[in-house]
């Protein structure tokens, strides 16, 4: 990546924001630089030089979007964790990010440069909160380290989101999350 002059925070989330709404709008492949440029009242010159590109781009504004609060929950069992983690976001926020997601898990395919940046920039380090999670209930005796489900922990969320808009044809929300690791993933970790 180019070396980064400094934004104001205010600065760099009013892009963040301005990156998502145009991905929400138009999706990842009509999104250009051009038009975050145009929005954001940047040089594309600019975005470059912070950036780099625009899989970068896309990927650090979802990152940002994600609430901070994620990486403090400790609440001293893993279902009480799993349950925090989920009520950060309220249901209309669910809404929103799973559209963007289903955009983006359709872009991944046709783009692997996006694809590499999910996974380096907001993928692993959503596994490693999980894991952590993960990791306190084994140390806690909740849950047996080398249980074969706990490897599957991330793709039983991800799951969940993909599968209630296919199946249900209705969004993800809280109410149907909280019910999710009740029924499924707690109970497939033997909690």
């Known amino acids: 990546m180019a070396a980064r002059s400094r934004l104001t925070p205010e600065r760099e989330s009013e892009l963040y924001e301005a990156v998502l709404d145009l991905l929400r709008e138009v999706g990842y492949d009509a999104l250009t630089m051009d038009a975050v440029a145009g929005r954001t009242r940047s040089s594309k010159a600019t975005l470059y030089r912070q ?22 929950i400790d609440t001293g069992s893993l279902r009480g964790d799993l349950h925090a983690m989920v009520s950060l976001a309220d249901d209309c926020q669910m809404e929103r990010d799973s559209a963007l997601m289903r955009g983006l898990a359709h872009a991944v395919h046709t783009h692997p440069d996006l694809l590499l940046a999910l996974r380096e920039l907001l ?19 909740e849950i047996s380290a080398d249980h074969p489900a706990v490897a599957f922990v991330p793709h039983m969320l991800v799951g969940a989101f993909v599968a209630r808009q296919l199946i249900e044809d209705r969004p993800v929300d809280q109410a149907f999350l909280h019910e999710y690791l009740d029924a499924v993933i707690l109970p497939a970790l033997g909690v």
């Not at 950036?51 to 990486?71: F, Y």
């Not at 380090?125 to 999670?133: K, P, R």
């Open 51 to 72: 950036w780099g590109s625009k899989p970068e781009l896309v990927v650090r504004a979802l990152r940002h979007s994600k609430p901070a609060e994620a990486d403090r």
């Open 123 to 141: 993928v692993e380090s959503e596994i490693n909160g999980l894991g952590a999670f993960l990791r306190r209930a084994a140390e806690r005796g």
